[in-house]
């Protein structure tokens, strides 16, 4: 087989205009065609409801429905006759997820100011959310529970999915296993952007919710940009990220598996190795050369490294973390030496997560340690966060102002108020003044 291309190889301040765009360029945007093709199905399922989503169940699914419901007999049975070994590692994912969500709940909150005001917020679960679970050629019960299990940790009312159904009528058996361990209230064969406009406008069948999380392909996560004025989303995510920050203590043969696994995701996987050691850059690259043709994925993983994989060298350290905070990874590995592992970490600030230390493999995160792996990409996790409970609760704010704090605050706001031309504002401040 021909040698693994890369987009970007060498030193990083040598790097050209082009291969820097290469790089940093993860735009997710989807183009005209799929714009267009979304709104026309958006429009459709609200002004015609179940009848648009049974037509699209034909179209894109081969799926004839006479309902769109799955019925909850049918996620236990399908839970029952689950594996039993994939039974087990669905349920202790949930329980991590579970356990972990519960230690980053919000908490209601008061502050006295000096004044004497009383300032309180208090995080109040949404009503209803959707799930969306990927189906047909990629199914990800792992992404199901990451939906639900926070959300009903968050206290949600009600939790729905919706997944594509295939050619029975239904979706997947392993996720409505995992909808029976998430416990999730309603399942939907629905997919696409079909059901994003279902779960955002509500149809005779489906309940509009108040916030939709979950992957998709580019026409449901164009249908969620599109949607995201009237109902809240998740992060805008696009193909998968992974940038792996290592020093000369890192194994070559590790940080290669690493790469590999992320770059089996899509061919326009984004991957790339930052270091400050030639050596491990070389030797980086020559275990990929050699273990890629024996992956089962070679064509994706090659293709992902050629559109926008990365092998670079740095002068140190800090140049390594100024280029992460820049890039804004999706997946950080840190696999630096345990002296300068607490250092390097509190100077970043640009990724979804970030995986300590070299045993701590993407994959467990994406599956089983129960941090989220719903996350930003594209460059931006540098101002969205993974998903957690606080996606899943709206804040109520309250304020107590007695007759002694009002006093305290009458004369500033009643110059405040004149300042700003508003003399019935000052008005209703300056009542309360005074001795």
Same mark, same amino acid.
């Given at each position: =087989?021909?040698?693994?291309?890369?987009?970007?190889?060498?030193?990083?301040?040598?790097?050209? &205009?082009?291969?820097?765009?290469?790089?940093?360029?993860?735009?997710?945007?989807?183009?005209?065609?799929?714009? $267009?093709?979304?709104?026309?199905?958006?429009?459709?399922?609200?002004?015609?409801?179940?009848?648009?989503?049974?037509?699209?169940?034909?179209?894109?699914?081969?799926?004839?429905?006479?309902?769109?419901?799955?019925?909850?007999?049918?996620?236990?049975?399908?839970?029952?006759?689950?594996?039993?070994?994939?039974?087990?590692?669905?349920?202790?994912?949930?329980?991590?997820?579970?356990?972990?969500?519960?230690?980053?709940?919000? $908490?209601?909150?008061?502050?006295?100011?000096?004044?004497?005001?009383?300032?309180?917020?208090?995080?109040?679960?949404?009503?209803?959310?959707?799930?969306?679970?990927?189906?047909?050629?990629?199914?990800?019960?792992?992404?199901?529970?990451?939906?639900?299990?926070?959300?009903?940790?968050?206290?949600?009312?009600?939790?729905?999915?919706?997944?594509?159904?295939?050619?029975?009528?239904?979706?997947?058996?392993?996720?409505?296993?995992?909808?029976?361990?998430?416990?999730?209230?309603?399942?939907?064969?629905? @997919?696409?952007?079909?059901?994003?406009?279902? =779960?955002?406008? @509500?149809?005779?069948?489906?309940?509009?919710?108040?916030?939709?999380?979950?992957?998709?392909?580019?026409?449901?996560?164009?249908?969620?940009?599109?949607?995201?004025?009237?109902? @809240?989303?998740?992060?805008?995510?696009?193909?998968?990220?992974?940038?792996?920050?290592?020093?000369?203590?890192?194994?070559?043969?590790?940080?290669?598996?690493?790469?590999? &696994?992320?770059?089996?995701?899509?061919?326009?996987?984004?991957?790339?190795?930052?270091?400050?050691?030639?050596?491990?850059?070389?030797?980086?690259?020559?275990?990929? $050369?050699?273990?890629?043709?024996?992956?089962?994925?070679?064509?994706?993983?090659?293709?992902?490294?050629?559109?926008?994989?990365?092998?670079?060298?740095?002068?140190?350290?800090?140049?390594?973390?100024?280029?992460?905070?820049?890039?804004? #990874?999706?997946?950080?590995?840190?696999?630096?030496?345990?002296?300068?592992?607490?250092?390097?970490?509190?100077?970043?600030?640009?990724?979804?997560?970030?995986?300590?230390?070299?045993?701590?493999?993407? &994959?467990?995160?994406?599956? =089983?340690?129960?941090?989220?792996?719903?996350?930003?990409?594209?460059?931006?996790? +540098?101002?969205?966060?993974?998903?957690?409970?606080?996606?899943?609760?709206?804040?109520?704010?309250?304020?107590?102002?007695? +007759? $002694?704090?009002?006093?305290?605050?009458?004369?500033?706001?009643?110059?405040?108020?004149?300042?700003?031309?508003?003399? #019935?504002?000052?008005?209703?401040?300056?009542?309360?003044?005074?001795?």
């Amino acid at each position: =087989m021909s040698a693994l291309r890369f987009a970007a190889v060498g030193p990083l301040t040598s790097l050209d &205009a082009t291969a820097r765009r290469a790089l940093f360029d993860r735009n997710t945007t989807t183009d005209d065609a799929v714009r $267009e093709r979304t709104r026309t199905v958006l429009a459709r399922v609200r002004a015609e409801g179940d009848a648009a989503l049974l037509a699209y169940a034909r179209e894109f699914d081969g799926a004839t429905l006479d309902r769109l419901e799955v019925p909850r007999d049918a996620w236990e049975a399908a839970l029952t006759s689950l594996d039993a070994t994939l039974r087990r590692a669905l349920e202790r994912a949930a329980a991590n997820i579970r356990r972990v969500h519960e230690a980053f709940r919000p $908490e209601p909150r008061e502050v006295a100011t000096p004044d004497g005001a009383i300032i309180g917020r208090r995080p109040d679960p949404l009503a209803r959310v959707g799930v969306y679970a990927p189906g047909g050629r990629a199914t990800y019960p792992s992404s199901l529970l990451m939906g639900a299990v926070p959300a009903r940790v968050a206290g949600v009312r009600e939790v729905i999915v919706c997944s594509p159904p295939d050619a029975r009528g239904a979706p997947s058996a392993v996720l409505l296993a995992a909808a029976a361990i998430a416990g999730v209230d309603r399942v939907f064969a629905v @997919g696409g952007a079909g059901a994003v406009a279902a =779960m955002a406008y @509500g149809t005779a069948s489906i309940p509009a919710v108040d916030r939709i999380v979950g992957p998709g392909n580019a026409y449901v996560a164009e249908a969620k940009l599109q949607v995201s004025g009237r109902v @809240g989303i998740d992060s805008p995510a696009g193909p998968s990220e992974l940038l792996v920050l290592a020093d000369a203590s890192a194994t070559p043969a590790v940080v290669a598996r690493e790469m590999l &696994a992320q770059a089996e995701h899509d061919p326009v996987a984004a991957v790339v190795l930052v270091t400050d050691s030639d050596a491990l850059a070389t030797e980086v690259r020559r275990e990929l $050369e050699s273990r890629v043709d024996a992956e089962p994925r070679a064509d994706v993983i090659r293709a992902a490294f050629a559109a926008r994989g990365g092998i670079l060298t740095v002068e140190s350290l800090v140049d390594a973390v100024e280029f992460a905070n820049a890039w804004a #990874a999706e997946h950080l590995l840190l696999a630096v030496a345990p002296a300068v592992e607490g250092r390097v970490l509190a100077e970043l600030r640009g990724a979804g997560t970030v995986f300590i230390g070299e045993t701590a493999s993407v &994959a467990f995160g994406d599956y =089983m340690s129960g941090a989220n792996h719903v996350l930003p990409t594209g460059g931006l996790a +540098r101002i969205w966060s993974g998903l957690s409970t606080l996606d899943f609760v709206r804040w109520t704010t309250w304020q107590r102002i007695d +007759r $002694e704090a009002a006093r305290r605050l009458a004369d500033d706001v009643d110059t405040f108020a004149r300042a700003e031309g508003l003399p #019935a504002h000052a008005a209703a401040a300056r009542q309360w003044g005074g001795a």
